[in-house]
């Protein structure tokens, strides 16, 4: 979670349990990933297959660790990109501006 500063306890149910999270985030963020897991764990479980709640909430964790993992690599990509993006435009550049000459 994100921010910096004092940690707040934030109530939160995730499939009918309340849990107290402490943490240096906003309410309003903590509140919005609490739903995110909770929605996953829920799809699991509306998926079809009888699945416990304890076996639902690892599978939905794998799902968002997935999400999370190809984020990354598209993150990276775009990153890669850019750099390759700004090398060709440096080129393009006079010397004086291109941030690697003696004029910076």
């Known amino acids: 979670m994100t921010g910096k500063g004092s940690k707040q306890v934030v109530r939160?149910?995730?499939v009918g349990e309340e849990y107290a999270i402490r943490s240096e985030a906003t309410p309003?963020?903590?509140r919005a990933v609490a739903a995110y897991v909770?929605?996953?764990i829920r799809r699991v479980l509306n998926g079809g297959g009888a699945v416990e709640t304890r076996k639902?909430?690892?599978?939905?964790a794998?799902?968002?660790t997935d999400q999370l993992?190809?984020?990354?690599q598209s993150a990276q990509a775009l990153a890669g990109s850019v750099r390759s993006l700004s090398t060709e435009i440096r080129r393009w550049l006079p010397p004086a501006?291109?941030?690697?000459?003696p004029g910076v």
């Not at 501006?97 to 000459?101: Q, S, T, V």
């Open 38 to 40: 909770d929605d996953a």
């Open 62 to 64: 794998l799902q968002i």
């Open 28 to 30: 309003e963020h903590t």
């Open 69 to 72: 993992f190809q984020a990354e």
């Open 97 to 101: 501006k291109r941030g690697d000459g």
């Open 56 to 60: 639902a909430a690892i599978l939905a």
């Open 12 to 14: 939160v149910t995730i």
